[in-house]
């Protein structure tokens, strides 16, 4: 589903050829305040594409407002997000939207949809509302792989809270867009369905080639289906980096303020935080 960009026209190594560019989120110096509040407090990061990234932390940690500034959903007020070279602040709306798909925490909706409908808003940045065969396509693969093939022509207010959000994030999927974002995916979700949730982001990544960033609270979900995890406290990243190098009593005892013990099971990484 990913687009393969096309080779430059003088031959790699050449003289006047064109580099490839890098594909990545950077954030360079990324700040954004509330009055007197500083939520995200000068972040600066480089995330390879390819994979999967949990941002984690507490509340308050600015998780959710670092992704939403990434996806241009609000405006910095320092700093800037780069994203495969091109600034999203300055790039044009349609461009950054068949770049990046965002599902948000707070998705309500004014008007009764069907889940086909809504996985169809998914095609707009690239159709603006003229579907085509193409798009019916990629909707019709979107809610296949949600397994919501069965339920595509039942509205959104007659759906459990997990289908529900099994039909956003096929919206997003239908976007088809190379970075898909996802602010606290496992809202709503049972411990099956929480799973299987994480278990679509780690094949969005590996076989339809998305670089996949995700908000969680969860610890354990980000240690075992992570490639890469972002620990942030009061705005500002404390580690990043593989599960092995953040998920460690010292990094999560110093993001969270409580007793951590690690254990290794079946070669991942678990956090004990009951007792």
Not at 144 to 165: A, I, K, M, N
Not at 236 to 260: M, N
Request: aromatic share 4%; net charge negative.
């Amino acid at each position: 589903m990913t687009a393969t960009a096309s080779a430059p026209a003088g031959a790699a190594g050449t003289p006047g050829a064109a580099a490839p560019r890098a594909r990545s989120i950077r954030a360079e110096g990324v700040t954004k305040r509330y009055g007197t509040a500083v939520v995200v407090d000068d972040v600066s990061i480089d995330l390879p594409a390819g994979g999967v990234v949990s941002i984690i932390g507490p509340n308050g940690a600015g998780k959710s407002t670092f992704l939403s500034m990434v996806a241009r959903l609000l405006p910095s007020d320092g700093g800037r997000v780069v994203v495969d070279g091109d600034d999203v602040a300055r790039t044009a709306g349609d461009v950054m939207a068949r770049r990046l798909g965002i599902l948000r925490q707070d998705n309500h909706l004014a008007v009764r949809l069907t889940v086909r409908d809504l996985v169809t808003f998914g095609r707009y940045p690239h159709t603006k509302g003229r579907t085509t065969a193409e798009d019916r396509a990629h909707v019709d693969a979107a809610l296949e792989y949600l397994e919501l093939t069965d339920l595509q022509h039942r509205f959104l207010d007659e759906l459990s809270g997990g289908q529900r959000q099994r039909a956003f994030v096929a919206m997003v999927l239908a976007q088809d867009t190379d970075y898909v974002l996802l602010d606290e995916p496992l809202n709503n979700l049972d411990l099956k369905h929480a799973r299987a949730m994480m278990a679509l982001a780690r094949r969005a990544a590996d076989d339809l080639g998305k670089t996949v960033v995700t908000v969680l609270h969860d610890v354990n979900f980000a240690s075992c289906w992570s490639d890469v995890v972002v620990a942030m406290r009061d705005g500002r990243v404390v580690a990043h980096g593989s599960p092995q190098e953040v998920i460690t009593t010292e990094v999560l005892t110093e993001v969270y303020e409580v007793d951590v013990t690690i254990h290794e099971v079946d070669g991942r990484r678990v956090a004990l935080y009951y007792t």
